[in-house]
């Protein structure tokens, strides 16, 4: 927020700010304990040698389609200025700008000759002095900027200090949870606390007519959609332009001046932080304010958009059925205030926050009022706010204040209490303050509170709705104590044996085989979309959705990690990324029946796509099932588990390809699947041929642990015997396997496949298979008739079971 240095002076004389030096030392305070500055000095450019002027004469130059003479008096001399002003009409006051001047954007004025007659200075517009468009009154964006009737200004007085831009500003960045400081009143106590500074709340009398409110307009809220909420209405107003001091606070504090009542309202929001409303009562037919949930409908706002309403979805102020405001966002250009406007009705309210900020960031329609609201605003102020914006309407635009608030909410709980000893702030710090200074602390920042024995009883004012625990309050009693007294300690440690447990350390060497084998680690984000959470899944279980997510995309918890791996590898495909090898380890989740936090399960998950890197072979091979089965099995086979380790084609995953993929046992335990994607899915995230596993992470890590025995290392040599079979293209080779390990007694320590061959003269149907078997004796060095026994009774089996040859 940009905090004005002269309206804070207005309420707290001594703030001890005179120029940008004295600015720069009050926000490094402000950045030490409250929120950081954007910056702080001038919001408007300074420009030099400006005064007020009053237009004496014009004259028209002859032969000139659109330049004027004006006699322009700056109090003690006049000056011909040639001008094509538009808006320039006698008597005016305006700004001169004299021979010498500098403007902001680095042009001098100097005494010229334009269509033969001298110009002594310029008359400026407030662009020309460094106004951005967004602050300048639309009245004047298309001449010279007229003061207003209504000024406390004298012709020959410096422009600068009339319109008020050599106002400094502090430029303040607040954090959610300091909606308070959205206020020049939520800032007087901060510079209070801070500086020790005494000050004055803003005040108004309120003077009311005999006409009652409630004869006027009726008024229905659900209580659910807000926790204040009041109206005013005021008669006979005349809606016209701002005094000078009313655009002067608008435009130094960033806003645009409209009229004098959308400007009242704008400035009671700065001042008090409470966004406020006004309604032309003429133009509300029903006179019947409902403030309800939206219904399926249209809407157009004052920025002239029209947006699509959904039913149940955002809070609506109606006119009986007819939509009048976004609550807390935006008003409608049904009952829009304009210079016709005579009865006015003031709106005062404190809306739902979270209704609030879903509304603005679905329309992006994020106002100066939804940012109030969105961060919470002062609930104990909502009326007093109301009665200012009143009085200080009446004030500026005349009319009648209508007798009576009429309150359609009207919520009086009192402030939260918060018990704190001495001791507590102590131990939390590890400071040795006083009951004195905490007393004092608490005096500075406004909190009342009752004290017995060395324990407050400390009453949080609502203008704080970030203050809810003990632990807020002592940050609050210590960010104004100061830091930099909370001495340094260090944390005393107990001297006790540390070190990984049997589950992180097979973590990190799952990580490390996988980063060996050629895979680089993916951490992707556990949040997904609902249609991608529930695929690739392991186990069953219904998903586990977020109350309030950031968007669609990320508004469930995963249930697979194959669900975000493969998002992570569609973001390198479309990139041209050729060679694409990933892998997860991480958490998915499942709701759990009666219980609020859901389950958690692990996984890893491995995948690769397109085509290795070339090498000086010249090789380039496409990734195919047996590369990722490869991969899969020399990273089982780093873990020596003592079960079986086998595949089943599978055709049971309906993201899987049917004819590609195999599930994953260790002995009877079913450890997960895999194979390559369904092309229909690949397709849909833009890759071409995609191989993946997926596996029970917990599985895992339960067999490693029963697989912890010490075997020794052999004492005695052992064998290899080659094997080499001529076999059925249907047979495959796990089946081979089964039946070699079933035979080949106790000895067997190793068995693999070392070649592959087809071709022509073996057949169509049919294919070689080479097999390396080791045999190893623990107890003696083993013997040939040993081995050609095990390999008699393996080639039988074969033979007989599968109808192999054995070459």
Not at 36 to 65: D, F, H, M
Not at 393 to 399: D, K, T, W
Not at 488 to 493: F, I, N
Request: aromatic residues 8%; charged residues 25%; hydrophobic residues 40%.
């Amino acid at each position: 927020m940009k905090v004005s240095v002269n309206w804070i002076k207005e309420y707290m004389p001594d703030f001890p700010v005179n120029d940008q030096v004295d600015a720069q030392k009050v926000a490094d305070r402000l950045a030490l304990t409250s929120t950081e500055v954007a910056e702080n000095g001038y919001q408007i450019p300074q420009s030099s040698n400006l005064v007020v002027g009053k237009v004496l004469e014009i004259r028209t130059i002859e032969n000139s389609s659109h330049l004027k003479i004006a006699i322009v008096n700056a109090g003690k001399k006049d000056y011909q200025i040639v001008t094509g002003a538009p808006n320039i009409e006698k008597n005016q006051l305006v700004v001169l700008a004299l021979p010498g001047a500098l403007l902001p954007n680095g042009k001098k004025i100097e005494a010229t000759t334009l269509d033969g007659e001298i110009s002594q200075g310029m008359l400026v517009s407030l662009q020309e002095i460094g106004f951005d468009d967004s602050i300048a009154p639309k009245k004047h964006e298309a001449g010279i900027y007229v003061f207003p009737k209504d000024n406390d200004v004298k012709v020959g007085d410096d422009a600068v200090k009339a319109l008020g831009i050599d106002d400094l500003m502090i430029d303040t960045e607040l954090t959610a949870n300091r909606g308070d400081m959205l206020s020049i009143r939520g800032n007087l106590y901060e510079f209070s606390a801070l500086l020790e500074k005494e000050f004055k709340l803003p005040s108004l009398d309120l003077q009311e007519s005999s006409k009652l409110s409630k004869s006027q307009i009726s008024v229905n809220v659900d209580p659910k959609l807000a926790d204040r909420y009041y109206l005013r209405i005021i008669n006979n107003v005349k809606v016209e332009e701002s005094p000078l001091w009313l655009q002067r606070r608008l435009w130094n504090s960033g806003l645009r001046p409209i009229n004098n009542l959308v400007d009242v309202t704008n400035y009671v929001m700065l001042l008090f932080g409470q966004p406020m409303h006004a309604f032309d009562l003429n133009k509300l037919e029903h006179k019947n304010i409902r403030v309800a949930l939206s219904k399926d409908e249209k809407f157009k706002t004052l920025d002239g958009k029209t947006h699509q309403l959904k039913d149940g979805e955002d809070i609506v102020v109606y006119d009986d059925e007819e939509p009048q405001m976004l609550a807390g966002v935006m008003g409608g250009t049904k009952s829009e205030v304009t210079e016709k406007t005579r009865d006015v009705v003031l709106e005062s309210a404190v809306f739902n926050p979270i209704l609030v900020r879903k509304t603005a960031r679905r329309f992006n329609l994020h106002s100066q009022a939804s940012q109030r609201f969105e961060r919470g605003i002062d609930i104990s102020n909502c009326k007093n706010a109301l009665n200012f914006a009143a009085a200080l309407l009446q004030e500026v635009a005349g009319g009648e204040i209508a007798k009576g608030i009429i309150a359609g909410l009207d919520d009086q709980s009192s402030d939260k209490k918060i018990k704190i000893s001495l001791s507590d702030i102590n131990n939390y710090l590890g400071t040795d303050v006083k009951l004195a200074e905490v007393e004092n602390i608490w005096q500075r920042l406004n909190f009342e509170y009752d004290l017995s024995g060395e324990e407050f009883v400390v009453s949080i004012p609502k203008r704080r709705p970030d203050i809810t625990i003990k632990a807020d309050l002592i940050e609050e009693f210590v960010r104004i104590y100061g830091y930099e007294k909370v001495p340094a300690r260090l944390p005393q440690t107990v001297n006790k044996q540390s070190g990984l447990t049997v589950d992180e350390k097979l973590d990190r060497a799952i990580k490390n085989v996988l980063l060996g084998l050629g895979l680089n680690q993916a951490i992707s984000y556990s949040l997904t979309d609902p249609e991608a959470a529930g695929t690739f899944t392991l186990g069953k279980g219904d998903e586990v959705s977020l109350s309030h997510p950031m968007s669609q995309e990320h508004s469930v918890m995963r249930q697979s990690i194959l669900s975000t791996l493969l998002q992570a590898a569609s973001y390198n495909a479309v990139r041209e990324a050729d060679d694409i090898r990933l892998f997860e380890s991480g958490t998915v989740f499942f709701k759990q029946n009666g219980v609020q936090l859901p389950k958690e399960d692990h996984q890893v998950a491995g995948l690769i796509s397109g085509v290795p890197n070339s090498n000086w072979q010249h090789n380039q091979k496409k990734y195919d099932f047996y590369y990722i089965k490869g991969i899969l099995e020399s990273f089982l086979s780093s873990l020596a588990l003592k079960s079986i380790i086998s595949y089943q084609a599978s055709d049971q995953h309906k993201e899987m390809h049917p004819g590609r993929t195999a599930d994953v046992y260790v002995g009877d335990h079913y450890l997960g699947f895999v194979g390559q994607i369904n092309p229909k899915i690949s397709k849909k995230y833009k890759m071409n041929s995609v191989f993946v596993f997926q596996i029970d992470s917990d599985l895992v890590h339960e067999l490693y642990k029963m697989n912890q025995d010490y075997t020794p290392l052999d004492k005695f040599p052992g064998t290899e015997r080659d094997l080499s079979l001529l076999v059925d293209k249907k047979i495959e080779s796990a089946e081979i396997e089964r039946v070699i390990k079933a035979n080949a007694g106790n000895y067997l320590r190793k068995l693999q496949v070392i070649d592959l061959y087809q071709g022509k003269e073996l057949g169509e149907d049919k294919k070689s298979i080479s097999y390396r078997l080791d045999f190893v004796n623990t107890q003696a060095t083993i013997t040939d008739a040993q081995v050609n026994q095990s390999i008699k009774r393996i080639e039988w089996e074969l033979t007989k079971q599968l109808s192999i040859m054995v070459r």
